[in-house]
């Protein structure tokens, strides 16, 4: 299973920013995907999480209202448009794709551990 991120840039403060994770090796329409970050000196955090339809999301509440996670089945897809971006989002986005097939989004993807396979990461960085 392979995840390719891609996106990232140098923005200023209000901007706005658009990541790509393209998945191969997994029928990807049959599982969960989400995105996390890291910024420097932290922890890896939970930003949003997408239903294997694309029906259903979840978002980190400091994101919510600017963020909007989505896919494309056909084209293995997940995307991350990140919109009013704040120097507190500079960080290194990573994809995830959900370790069990056929599973329902639910809280526990807000959870590294329910991830098996991650993207290389992409840098964002937000100017004030």
């Known amino acids: 299973v392979q995840l390719q991120a891609s996106g990232g840039g140098l923005v200023q403060a209000g901007g706005s920013l658009r990541l790509s994770c393209a998945a191969s090796?997994?029928?990807?329409?049959?599982?969960?995907m989400g995105w996390f970050r890291q910024a420097p000196g932290k922890e890896r955090e939970f930003v949003a999480a997408?239903?294997?339809?694309?029906?259903?999301?979840d978002y980190a509440d400091s994101v919510k209202g600017r963020f909007i996670i989505s896919r494309n089945n056909a084209k293995s897809t997940v995307y991350l448009q990140m919109n009013s971006l704040k120097p507190e989002d500079t960080a290194v986005y990573f994809c995830?794709?959900?370790?069990?097939?056929?599973?329902?989004?639910?809280?526990?993807?807000?959870?590294?551990?329910?991830?098996?396979?991650w993207g290389q990461g992409t840098k964002v960085t937000v100017s004030s």
């Open positions: 995830g794709i959900g370790a069990r097939p056929g599973a329902g989004l639910g809280s526990q993807f807000n959870q590294q551990r329910s991830y098996d396979y």
């Open positions: 090796g997994r029928s990807f329409s049959g599982y969960v």
């Open positions: 997408i239903s294997r339809s694309g029906i259903s999301t």
